[in-house]
């Protein structure tokens, strides 16, 4: 990594983010860890929440990361209402999926980053100091 890992952190304390996700306990983990590192952060369940939740704040949310698998309404479908709505949002997938059509079809609406699970802060972390974001 070339930057430090606290220069690393505080990049993300600079950007807003959006966590999609429907295993609880999955997203009570990464809530507890942002919180400790001062990361502002927004959360919803599935894809139906998360757009609401985008729509209620898109002005300031800067990355989504979504899992592609969730109830109601899955990834992929929010990932397309959300590219069509908002084209140059940042989208990460968040996923134990490696399957190539889930990827082609992300790559289809502009989504060519992904972190497999189970979900690693460091690489995570990693993959947002590579993006060039405020």
Known sequence: MSKSLQESIEHLKKLK???????????DIISETLQKLGVDFLTAKNGEEGLAVLKEHANEIDIIV???SMPIMNGLEMIKEAKSLYPDIEIIIMTAH???????????????EYLLKPFD?????????QKKLK
Not at 17 to 27: A, I, N, P, Q, T
Not at 121 to 129: A, G, P, S, V
């Open 17 to 27: 983010f959006l966590f999609v996700e429907d295993e609880k306990d999955l997203l």
């Open 66 to 68: 979504t899992d592609i």
């Open 98 to 112: 490696t399957e190539s059509k889930y990827m082609t079809e992300a790559s289809n609406y502009g989504v060519t």
């Open 121 to 129: 802060f460091i690489k995570f972390i990693e993959l947002i100091n």
